[in-house]
């Protein structure tokens, strides 16, 4: 028995060769860990989880104990065998300096705009199920909540779910006064659990019968702008605030639902006063209404204007955003173009055909026509023009008992129209939107915008409706690596209990909770005070201070504009970092490779994202670095042991060597030298 | 038969190539004056040789264009715009994503064409059906993405040569006019001609004299290539080329390069970036080296010396005047030094393996510890071994960095000057990239040694040779090791302050540790081997590191995604 132990020692804790094995086996594991991502995805491991899991341990224990008892065993404590000695305490000391660092590691990420203090951070990778009610923020942790595999009823392993950091969760929102969500919305024990998880979907809505609704809904199959081969189902319900207004690429949507015909004529007819120009020569004033497209003889002054084009939101100089419009005056002995800028009394005029002129023409300081003055003004009292940026707004009128459907559109430059469409499945004509992609090649290549083409929209009108969500997945070859990677599309179906009742939501992902606007499913618990929203989102954590973000630039190369798709050399985050128990401040500017260390070293904050639009805001990495000292010594040993074991020990030896043999010149006995293998 | 056949096609060939490139007005044009010109380009000074040289390899995939060279294809691009908007210039890297284009409505012949060529022109790259097609794959093919915004790329960089849509015939799109009151030559952004002709008609008032006699006459310069190019006269073209490249410089002489170093750029680039001659001249080194080593004939040693040293000068006026040329666009010497990207990284680890082997090969080391100490080791020097080695990877290096881009028809990363991500702008970059750099070019002279080691031990079997070069490899060997290892850790102590913790197991680390590990097992197989067997496995081990390597090197870029996407 003992011999079989004896045997069975020799051959594995005390043999060199077992110590060889064993590296082998690690290189290998790491090598499947990094190499072949589809193996740890198996086992719902990310890259941390994978390196920190238990046959890595295994091995690394294994590792540690053989290397042990081989040194004391094998390797003689002598002047040449020092470097052996040295390296492997090294090694001993980095394994347990990196155990220790991954076990206390945390790391994550805080967005600050200028200006503002943050004391809290988001955790890089663990998640939290967070409920939004009357205000307030509470949320719990999801540990063991699986990354790289869909699970759910549907789909037949739901049970893979049913472990208890998943299940009858209790958000909390921390503070002085601990609240639970049951106590935020003012019900009896509501509890929360996971039961389904997609790692790469999307949320869609469609629309279902509702059995006492007396709304009505229109869906209508349109190909995603982002997306040309796919069709995705649009909703439009008045009564739902989300589907009440959508848009599809450039082209906004909205349903409203009207008390009376009237109503609707009254829409249509404001419709016909948008642009007002008052116009004033001398001799002459007059209010004019106008469209695009349209030419206007001033009386019998000679003068007439054409109007050329609108638009929204023009940047003026001072940087202010107003609606424009261009102008063609036709002067009884000239022609030049004319913009006139809602409340700005100085019109922008244009010579054309001077040398040097642009395609509007040259740009004058001054009026070119003093006796001229044009006043604008914009009506839309019934929110008739798109949004944003949009070009063009449908908007759908629906009367009560009355299966018509009124569609009035108003594009940006073109003159208003209007559609009625009948019965449940009537057509609607749409002109189809540019794709953003498109506009952006048309403006890169100086090309005029084509006109878009108009397609016939089949159009579904449903009465009776309420809108239902449902989960698609994103079949693999269409996912993003990256999307992926940040978990952008993760959704879970979340059943929220409270007594008898339960109720399932789908629940997306959103970065940094607290800063981006939710998408999550609405809860409405019988009985409570108000309702909440759910949110996935990564784990809320405390930042060991607080940090004010002072000031942000960034810096292009080339003397370029910093912006986005530019080469960017450095960026610089001015920071002041405030210790909330003793309120002492300390400065620091946070830029690339440059961090700034916190409490002797414990934290780190980094340069992490910046704003490329505006560089309102900074994105500060987060990070303990727990064990690292412990790491820089192991590592140290390493090294020094290495230079000792290649280059101090064969002068050792040699020295030795000579010593010996001098001493055997001399006859004299050798003590203490046994003849070493020159490695 | 066969052999005589495929002479007798070549021959026609080359004839072809000839006749296609005998355009007798091309010809008489002089574009040396455009070549040495300076512009901004991705935020980037060069000369038009670089610049020209980059665009027609990025959008063709060729040095040359109809047996023209770069510069003057690029001018005739841009004066006959409507010619070359249906010619077959865009070639699509991307083989599978070629068979996507079968699917359009074009006929058999032409559907062919683009499988094997691989070329599209940029008509058929703007037609709505060719744009739909791609924003269908885009949408359904993630993978193929890249592929995709790589043709717009290209499309959009011949776009600019075209000034389409409005086939200007002229270098419109192009910074060729330094900033007014920069002090350097990056400082501030470079403007297009015609956007700073506008801007003098605009704002004319508060110009300096020579900013605005400059721009007007490099318009009038460019007025007067324009019309010579339509009227096929090519002494007017001449004149008009050489009137824009004097005005261009007298613009603003503080911001624009030297004349000595846009040309010595325009040499650098004609030479390869002087990797074709180095690996030359190190061939010649290597084999005499080896000659000496297996015949004892005393003057091939020296020989092998000579072309050591010269090969090793090649080599450090490529790296030189690579530094000079990319300190023009940094501003700044020391964020210039030439270890930032792949290209430069391989130039680097080639130079410091040649260096550490020369150095072994003189026996400095030895001598000065028999000297100072009078310890007697094995004596490795002075044989050709390490001689061999370093000019063998010396060789390899210059010669792989020359052939990829023929062989792939797309750059090194890096090849071009180009400015690096913010990241990159910091000491320790120097410190850990020349150290794991370093250790590579080492691994590749272990590799050698170890091959070596083999063909002797399974050829000659002579004893006292194996013995010598097992002896010079794991003097290489140890050198590897703990060079890499200080490499590895000094990632990560950069890592710790630029993305916040030290190790992340990122792709590239992770593999630098498996090729560290394969070292430590080298070290310790050696304790439980002996004699030639030893040997043996060490040499046979040194193979597999060094491939361990290279997959670390190069191959992780490709397969897997990481952190260190740019090295």
């Known amino acids: ?679 | 038969m066969r052999i005589t056949s495929l002479l007798v096609l070549l021959v026609v060939a080359m004839f072809c190539g000839t006749v296609r490139a005998a355009d007798a007005f091309l010809d008489q044009i002089d574009v040396e004056p455009l070549r040495l010109m300076s512009l901004q380009h991705n935020q980037t000074v060069k000369t038009f040789d670089t610049y020209s040289r980059d665009t027609l390899f990025h959008i063709t995939g060729k040095t040359h264009l109809n047996g023209v060279p770069a510069a003057k294809a690029v001018l005739d691009i841009a004066m006959e715009p409507q010619k070359y908007a249906d010619a077959n210039l865009i070639y699509i890297r991307n083989k599978p994503f070629r068979y996507d284009f079968g699917n359009l409505p074009i006929d058999e012949a032409e559907r062919k064409r683009i499988l094997q060529e691989g070329t599209i022109s940029f008509k058929f790259w703007m037609q709505p059906q060719t744009q739909e097609a791609m924003n269908r794959i885009m949408a359904t093919a993630t993978i193929k993405a890249q592929a995709i915004n790589e043709i717009n790329g290209q499309a959009s960089m011949l776009s600019q040569l075209l000034d389409y849509p409005r086939f200007g015939r002229t270098l419109a799109s192009q910074a060729f006019v330094p900033a007014e009151g920069a002090k350097h030559a990056n400082e501030k952004p470079w403007e297009p001609l015609p956007q700073a002709a506008h801007h003098l008609l605009e704002h004319s008032e508060g110009h300096d004299e020579a900013y605005v006699t400059g721009v007007m006459s490099m318009v009038v310069g460019m007025e007067t290539i324009s019309r010579g190019w339509s009227t096929k006269d090519a002494a007017v073209v001449n004149r008009g080329l050489k009137e824009i490249a004097q005005h261009a410089a007298s613009i603003n002489p503080a911001a624009y390069p030297s004349l000595t170093k846009r040309k010595f750029e325009v040499r650098y680039n004609s030479l390869a970036r002087l990797t074709w001659p180095g690996a030359a001249v190190y061939f010649i080194a290597a084999v005499f080296f080896l000659v000496y080593f297996s015949s004892d004939v005393k003057w091939t040693y020296y020989a092998g010396w000579l072309f050591a040293l010269g090969g090793l000068f090649v080599h450090t006026a490529a790296i030189g005047i690579r530094w000079w040329l990319v300190e023009k666009s940094v501003g700044n010497w020391f964020e210039s030094i030439p270890i930032k990207n792949q290209f430069e990284s391989v130039m680097f680890a080639a130079f410091f393996g040649s260096i550490v082997a020369l150095v072994l090969e003189t026996g400095i080391i030895s001598r000065t510890l028999k000297a100072v100490g009078g310890l007697e080791f094995r004596k490795l020097h002075g044989m050709g071994i390490f001689g061999t080695a370093g000019a063998a990877i010396g060789m390899l290096s210059l010669l792989a960095l020359f052939v990829t881009p023929y062989v792939t028809r797309s750059d090194i990363i890096g090849g071009g000057i180009r400015q690096n991500a913010g990241i990159l702008m910091t000491y320790w970059l120097y410190i850990h990239v020349t150290l794991v750099t370093a250790s590579y070019a080492l691994i590749g002279m272990t590799f050698v040694l170890g091959v070596w080691y083999c063909i002797q031990y399974f050829v000659n079997r002579d004893a006292g040779i194996l013995q010598t070069l097992d002896a010079a490899n794991l003097t290489m060997l140890q050198l590897a090791f703990w060079i890499l290892g200080i490499g590895i850790i000094t990632g990560a102590l950069w890592a710790d302050v630029s993305w916040g913790r030290p190790w992340g197991w990122d792709p590239k680390e992770t593999f630098a540790l498996i090729t560290w590990i394969v070292y430590l097992i080298v070290v310790h197989v050696r304790f439980i081997t002996a004699g030639q067997k030893r040997a043996l496995v060490t040499s046979a081990l040194s193979v597999v590191g060094f491939f361990v390597m290279l997959f670390n090197w190069i191959g992780v870029n490709f397969f897997l995604v990481g952190l260190h996407s740019y090295a």
């Open chain 1, 1 to 679: 028995m003992l011999n079989a132990l004896d045997w069975l020692l020799k051959h594995t804790l005390r043999s060199v060769l077992f110590g060889i094995i064993l590296l082998a086996a690690i290189a290998v594991y790491i090598a499947i860990g990094s190499g072949l991502p589809g193996v740890r995805e198996y086992f719902e491991k990310d890259e941390l989880a994978f390196f920190n899991s238990w046959p890595l341990i295994i091995l690394m224990v294994l590792m540690v104990t053989t290397l042990v008892t081989v040194t004391i065993e094998r390797i003689p404590f002598t002047p040449p065998r020092l470097g052996a000695w040295i390296i492997h305490t090294g090694i001993v000391t980095l394994i347990f300096g990196a155990f220790y660092h991954y076990t206390k590691k945390v790391e994550g990420m805080t967005l600050i705009p200028v200006g503002q203090t943050v004391s809290q951070y988001f955790d890089r990778w663990e998640r939290a199920l967070y409920l939004r009610a009357g205000g307030l923020d509470a949320r719990v942790r999801l540990t063991g909540l699986p990354r790289f595999k869909a699970y759910d009823e549907t789909l037949g392993n739901a049970d893979y779910l049913d472990r208890e950091s998943l299940q009858n969760l209790v958000p909390v929102l921390p503070g002085r006064q601990v609240m639970t969500a049951h106590e935020m919305l003012g019900v009896k024990d509501l509890k929360f659990s996971v039961v389904g998880y997609w790692p790469y979907a999307d949320l869609r809505q469609r629309l279902i019968p509702s059995p006492g609704s007396k709304d009505v809904g229109f869906s209508m199959q349109l190909p995603d702008p982002d997306d040309v081969s796919t069709k995705r189902d649009l909703l439009l319900i008045a009564s739902n605030m989300r589907y009440a207004r959508t848009s599809w690429g450039s082209v906004d949507f909205e349903h409203r639902a009207a008390e009376s015909e009237e109503k609707i004529q009254e829409a249509i007819g404001s419709t016909l006063s948008l642009h007002e120009l008052q116009v004033a020569l001398p001799g002459y004033e007059q209010t004019h209404y106008v469209q695009v497209g349209q030419t206007v003889p001033l009386g019998d002054s000679g003068y007439a204007i054409t109007i050329e084009a609108f638009s929204p939101r023009w940047q003026t100089m001072d940087r202010k955003i107003r609606a424009m419009l261009t102008l063609m005056v036709q002067a009884p002995t000239t022609k030049f173009r004319r913009q006139v800028l809602v409340d700005v009394e100085k019109p922008t005029d244009w010579v054309l055909g001077a040398e040097g002129a642009g395609p509007l023409g040259l740009r004058q300081d001054r009026p070119l026509d003093e006796l001229l003055k044009i006043t604008y003004k914009l009506n839309d009292p019934q929110n008739l023009l798109p949004r944003d940026d949009g070009n063009v707004q449908y908007t759908f009128f629906t009367t009560p008992d009355s299966g018509k459907t009124t569609v009035v559109s108003v594009p940006l430059n073109e003159k208003a129209a209007v559609q009625v469409l009948e019965g449940d499945s009537p057509t609607l004509v749409l002109r189809q939107p540019m794709t953003a992609d498109a506009v952006m090649m048309a403006s890169a290549t100086g090309q005029p915008l084509p006109k878009p083409a108009e397609v016939s929209v089949p159009v579904t009108r449903q009465e009776g409706v309420t809108v239902t969500q449902y989960v698609e997945e994103v079949p693999r070859e269409k996912r993003n690596k990256d999307t992926g990677e940040t978990g952008l599309k993760q959704i879970l179906r979340v059943r929220a209990q409270s007594g008898d009742w339960q109720q399932d939501i789908y629940v997306p992902y959103t970065p940094q909770a607290t800063k981006f606007a939710w998408q999550g499913g609405l809860l409405e618990v019988p009985g409570a005070k108000t309702p909440a929203q759910l949110q996935l989102s990564n784990m809320l954590r405390d930042l060991p201070a607080n940090i004010r973000l002072d000031k942000f630039e960034a810096q292009a190369y080339g003397g370029l504009e910093a912006q986005a798709g530019a080469m960017i050399r450095n960026f610089q985050s001015f920071i002041t970092i405030t210790n909330r128990a003793t309120g002492e401040q300390t400065q620091g500017i946070v830029s690339l490779n440059d961090p700034v260390f916190y409490n002797n070293g414990e934290w780190i904050f980094f340069q992490s994202q910046w704003d490329p639009d505006g560089q309102s805001f900074t994105v500060l990495g987060i990070g303990n670095r727990p064990g690292v000292l412990t790491m820089g010594i192991g590592c140290g040993l390493i090294i020094f042991g290495n230079f000792y074991a290649f280059y101090v020990k064969p002068i050792i030896i040699r020295l030795m060597k000579q010593r010996a043999l001098e001493k055997a010149q001399r006859g004299q006995k050798i003590k203490g030298f046994a003849p070493v293998e020159t490695a």
